[in-house]
């Protein structure tokens, strides 16, 4: 059961919050309220940001975090169920926009695994400059397993998202970003039903990675690794 927000009480949390950011030296929208719906609307930018941070709040407890750039924009959803859990979302979102990067991405498998005592599905991302592997949950991993895998074709285009590794990794110990520049050794391998990646990193970390054999992530990887490291790729 959900319960509406008061947005004039949320407005007044807001305004206790715009006081310490402009505090802070960033720069914060004048207005309160949105300008063609009923809600709460807050816009706040720094020049040491990737774009400029727009937060919103609807009246049946809805709210809508943007982060817009020149490059595109990426939208996130939350559930807001009380003024504190307001107060947190306003106190995470601009923790985090300092620290939030929009790259250019491609989803391989959203059936990701970190081995084979590990059953819950995460997705895997091909960025610039790595892999980032992004655990999902228990529902996800049903309907994977109960469907045909992530659905992904190796012609699905890359996308812009939100990158804040600081966040993926403590979110959850099986997260894992991999720089290219930093592996060693790498090695590819299929199956019937199960594929999968093994990396040394240069420092001796090991990192394994396996998804459903009918993503397209064995066949991209490939073509994104092997130029990257020649002999040192077994596929």
């Avoid at 809508?64 to 595109?72: C, D, E, I, S, Y």
């Avoid at 895998?149 to 812009?160: Q, V």
Wanted: aromatic share 6%.
């Amino acid at each position: 059961m959900t319960h509406d927000m008061d947005l004039n009480m949320a407005a007044a949390r807001l305004e206790s919050h715009i006081q310490g950011w402009r505090a802070d030296g960033l720069q914060v929208s004048d207005g309160l309220w949105a300008a063609d719906v009923a809600a709460l609307e807050v816009r706040i930018t720094s020049p040491s940001w990737a774009g400029q941070l727009v937060v919103q709040l609807y009246g049946a407890g809805r709210a809508h975090v943007f982060l817009l750039a020149k490059a595109g924009s990426v939208q996130e959803r939350h559930r807001v169920s009380s003024l504190d859990a307001w107060s947190a979302l306003l106190t995470e979102s601009v923790a985090r926009a300092s620290r939030l990067r929009l790259v250019q991405a491609r989803l391989l498998t959203s059936t990701c695994t970190t081995g084979w005592l590990d059953w819950i599905h995460g997705e895997l991302w091909l960025l610039p400059t790595g892999l980032l592997r992004i655990r999902s949950g228990f529902m996800t991993t049903v309907a994977n397993s109960y469907g045909s895998g992530s659905g992904l074709t190796a012609r699905d285009p890359y996308r812009l998202i939100a990158h804040d590794p600081a966040t993926v990794l403590a979110t959850h110990p099986t997260n894992k970003l991999i720089p290219f520049a930093e592996i060693a050794t790498a090695r590819l391998h299929g199956g019937v039903t199960t594929s999968g990646l093994e990396v040394v990193m240069t420092d001796g970390t090991r990192h394994k990675l396996l998804w459903a054999s009918w993503d397209p992530a064995r066949r991209l990887l490939r073509e994104r690794l092997l130029p990257l490291l020649g002999t040192r790729l077994t596929h």
